[in-house]
């Protein structure tokens, strides 16, 4: 890396799109980018490092909230690491509850696949519990 890269080599080196580069410049999970004479958007390797950590954060499913936030902590070397400890903590209880969600998503169709003939016959559970529930 020479330092200095359009929004297409960014996208390569870090791993996230082009589109995802925009968007997160403008929600400002990172900095403006600087633009050159004829206005096209030049990323700094540290903008590239931001970008990675970024795509790595929402690989394990924090939100675009939490990111921000870890994003400010990763930048701020004087940080608690408690404070990311309990956000990540957090995180962790959250994907708990939605794990016990799609179990139980998973154990209702399950059972109503189980009492489904899958047969030429019209009747079917399934239909009938999404209509009465």
Same mark, same amino acid.
């Given at each position: 890396?020479?330092?200095?890269?359009?929004?297409?080599?960014a996208a390569k080196v870090s791993g996230v799109n082009?589109?995802?580069?925009?968007?997160?410049?403008?929600?400002g999970i990172i900095p403006k980018a600087s633009r050159?004479?004829?206005?096209?958007?030049?990323?700094?390797?540290?903008?590239?490092?931001?970008?990675?950590?970024?795509?790595?954060?929402?690989?394990? /499913?924090? =939100?675009?909230? *939490?990111?921000?936030? $870890?994003?400010? +902590?990763?930048?701020?070397?004087?940080?608690?690491?408690?404070?990311?400890?309990?956000?990540?903590?957090?995180?962790?209880?959250?994907?708990?509850?939605?794990?016990?969600?799609?179990?139980?998503?998973?154990?209702?169709?399950?059972?109503?696949?189980?009492?489904?003939? /899958?047969? =030429?016959?019209? *009747?079917?559970?399934? $239909?009938?519990? +999404?209509?009465?529930?």
């Amino acid at each position: 890396m020479n330092g200095r890269m359009n929004i297409g080599e960014a996208a390569k080196v870090s791993g996230v799109n082009a589109k995802m580069i925009r968007h997160y410049e403008s929600i400002g999970i990172i900095p403006k980018a600087s633009r050159t004479d004829s206005g096209y958007r030049v990323y700094s390797e540290n903008d590239v490092h931001i970008l990675a950590f970024v795509r790595r954060a929402r690989g394990l /499913g924090f =939100s675009m909230k *939490e990111i921000k936030k $870890l994003v400010s +902590l990763w930048r701020n070397k004087t940080r608690a690491s408690a404070e990311v400890k309990a956000l990540t903590q957090t995180h962790i209880k959250g994907l708990e509850e939605k794990i016990r969600e799609l179990e139980a998503m998973r154990d209702t169709l399950r059972h109503l696949a189980r009492n489904c003939h /899958g047969d =030429s016959r019209p *009747e079917c559970p399934i $239909l009938d519990q +999404l209509a009465d529930a």
